[in-house]
T-cell receptor
């Protein structure tokens, strides 16, 4: 399985943009890049996903490198509610789409 | 609210016992996934069902089994429980061809 590498933790100030990096150098052509987050005492929550092009939704933006070996999740204005563990995960439709969670990045947001 | 429900919320039992965790997927979702989250192992995929059939298997112990019923709800059976089985168990659901999984609130299992 292709693996992802993320920093263990990051800190941000409230209302500032946050860029969460993810490296996935062994990604295959059919792997999707997913981001989920887990708020304290809750189940994981889908954030965004993409294949090759950058993606935007109401929660975040996903910037994918041209060679697809890395990606960045962008939260445009961090709020205290965005404090969570963010997981970057590769999935493959041929393998059943199960999510293989790594350690993720714990994002702390300071008021 | 993801639309996925799990019961019970909490479960306390003794070693050697057997328990059943229940999951109701979002309306219309045919795929159900089970995950285990423990302090030492993190979040791990256990098993996936699609429309009643097993689709993929992860790090699921032989003491654990699951099934998906015709009404699409799923049950995870854990038997011969050990202290190390204490964890949060999450169920997630998705529709076919949709990459997004919706997670339930989890069942916290404590084995004493």
């Amino acid at each position: 399985d292709a693996k992802t590498t993320q920093p263990n933790s990051m800190e941000s100030n409230e209302e500032e943009p946050v860029h969460l990096p993810c490296n996935h150098s062994t990604i295959s052509g059919t792997d999707y890049i997913h981001w989920y987050r887990q708020l304290p005492s809750q189940g994981p929550e889908y954030v965004i996903h993409g294949l090759t092009s950058n993606v935007n939704n109401r929660m975040a933006s996903l910037a994918i490198a041209e060679d697809r070996k890395s990606s960045t999740l962008i939260l445009h204005r961090a709020t205290l509610r965005d404090a969570a563990v963010y997981y970057c995960i590769l999935t493959n439709n041929n393998a059943g789409n199960m999510l293989t969670f790594g350690g993720g990045t714990r994002l702390m947001v300071k008021p | 609210d993801s639309g996925v429900t799990q019961t019970p919320k909490h479960l306390i039992t003794a070693t050697g016992q057997r328990v059943t965790l229940r999951c109701s997927p979002r309306s219309g979702d045919l795929s159900v996934y089970w995950y285990q989250q423990s302090l030492d192992q993190g979040l791990q995929f256990l098993i996936q069902y699609y429309n009643g059939e097993e689709r993929a298997k992860g790090n699921i112990l032989e003491r654990f089994s699951a099934q998906q019923f015709p009404d699409l709800h799923s049950e995870l059976n854990l038997s011969s429980l050990e202290l190390g089985d204490s964890a949060l168990y999450f169920c997630a659901s998705s529709s076919w061809g949709n990459n997004e999984q919706f997670f339930g609130p989890g069942t916290r299992l404590t084995v004493l």
